[in-house]
């Protein structure tokens, strides 16, 4: 299922460090979509864990997508791939992966995510909003330049970085087409009711 900026997108970046009960837990509770995103494995142990969390996602009709790896993607039977800047492009990726496949990118200058709509991105994630420690080095995104990437383009761009239920409020009022979630989901106590604080935000700002 493409991703489409009719409605507003709750969608899940997660690992298995904590197993796949935390992943179970949010798919169960209604996430929208869900990325795989492990670091510093193995492509043998990578790609175990993606069909483990594909199957997740087959049962709760979650569409699943990993993060960089096009050759996880593909072994896997994920629906699709989400891309950095230094990953493989676009157009290439849509080449490997067939037009049904979801492709994003990440996209944080206007040039750039002019450039991956063109080449065949579905969908952009734009940030980092807020500091967060999924990713340390991530550079903060002025609110004037996201207004202006959301401006240049017409697929959906989902807002990432450090956001949670208490600062959501400012990517949506923006006009985020929804909210890409990693911590303010996956280290909750209460899984279930995080992802349902952030359905109740995403149901109450519109673009």
Do not use: W
């Not at 594909?54 to 593909?74: G, M, Q």
């Not at 600062?167 to 009711?193: Q, T, V, Y």
């Amino acid at each position: 299922m493409k991703l489409k900026n009719t409605q507003k997108i709750l969608y899940l970046i997660a690992d298995c460090k904590a197993g796949l009960a935390p992943i179970e837990e949010a798919l169960r509770a209604g996430v929208d979509y869900l990325q795989l995103r492990e670091k510093d494995l193995t492509s043998a142990r990578y790609l175990e864990l993606a069909r483990a969390v594909k199957s997740l996602c087959e049962k709760y009709h979650t569409p699943f997508i990993v993060n960089d790896r096009i050759d996880i993607a593909l072994l896997s039977g994920a629906d699709g791939v989400h891309l950095g800047a230094d990953d493989v492009p676009v157009s290439d990726a849509r080449r490997l992966l067939g037009e049904a496949a979801i492709i994003g990118a990440t996209a944080k200058t206007v040039e750039g995510a002019i450039a991956a709509q063109r080449s065949g991105a579905d969908y952009l994630g734009s940030g980092a909003f807020f500091e967060t420690a999924t990713k340390s080095d991530a550079v903060p995104l002025a609110p004037e330049l996201y207004r202006e990437i959301l401006n240049s383009i017409t697929i959906p761009d989902v807002a990432v970085g450090g956001i949670t239920v208490d600062n959501c409020d400012l990517p949506l009022s923006l006009g985020a087409d929804g909210l890409a979630i990693s911590a303010g989901i996956m280290k909750s106590e209460h899984i279930a009711e995080a992802v349902s604080a952030f359905r109740k935000k995403l149901g109450m700002l519109h673009r």
